[in-house]
């Protein structure tokens, strides 16, 4: 399908290690984003990119949390020395950013554990 | 107060009865209203959007937005358990970059 992917589907982690998930977005949309849903909570944003603009990290809870993403493809979510609160689904959402509409089109998530 | 508002739930409602589901938010700035359907152990999907004030109506969901009271809505008819899942308000200011605030959602449960 032409959707957003993303993987590992499923990460269980002992505390302290890290973790790098990945998100494949929509081919030709320039904006991708990362959030965070913990257990009975909504989504928390994380970082957004926008084509070549430099990424807009406001959300990234810690140091222990950065991303990347080359270009207008692939992105990776990485987490350093991962704490038991760090468990969550993290999603990843694409958009075409183009004037009247800010549809994000969301992946099924990372379901990270670390115990 | 947090910028969005959002009861949790769980709704729990007969199939074929009319769903109201509601948020409230703190932001005047805000301008573009969302509304997302996450079925369990899937991302969620926009379901309505809506810019300003006025409804929406798009087959058996309705959505309304009331900018003077800070307070939208999603109207679902004849509800199917098809619908049971988790609904996230969502809202932005639109012209910046570019967060949208999402509520926690409310769980949804339709009983046939």
């Known amino acids: 399908g032409a959707g957003v992917s993303q993987s590992p589907s499923n990460k269980v982690t002992e505390k302290g290690k890290d973790v790098e998930l990945r998100c494949d977005p929509i081919s030709g949309h320039t904006a991708l984003y990362w959030y965070r849903q913990r257990l009975g909570q909504g989504l928390e944003f994380l970082i957004y990119f926008q084509g070549n603009s430099a990424p807009d990290k406001s959300g990234l809870p810690s140091d222990r949390f950065s991303a990347e993403r080359t270009g207008e493809s692939v992105s990776t979510l990485t987490i350093q020395r991962t704490q038991q609160e760090d468990s969550a689904v993290y999603l990843c959402?694409?958009?075409?950013?183009?004037?009247?509409?800010?549809?994000?089109?969301f992946g099924p998530g990372t379901r990270l554990t670390v115990t | 107060q947090k910028e969005v508002e959002q009861d949790p739930g769980p709704l729990s409602v007969p199939e074929g009865a009319i769903v109201s589901l509601n948020c409230t938010y703190s932001?005047?700035?805000?301008?573009?209203f969302m509304w997302y359907r996450q079925y369990s152990r899937k991302g969620p999907e926009l379901l309505m959007y809506?810019?300003?004030?006025g409804n929406k109506e798009d087959g058996r969901f309705t959505a309304q937005v009331d900018k003077s009271s800070k307070y939208i809505s999603l109207f679902i008819r004849d509800s199917q358990p098809s619908d049971s899942a988790t609904y996230l308000c969502a809202m932005s200011e639109f012209y910046r970059d570019d967060k949208i605030i999402f509520g926690k959602g409310t769980r949804l449960h339709i009983l046939p």
């Open positions: 932001n005047s700035a805000f301008q573009y």
């Open positions: 959402a694409s958009s075409k950013r183009t004037s009247g509409s800010d549809e994000q089109y």
């Open positions: 809506t810019y300003s004030s």
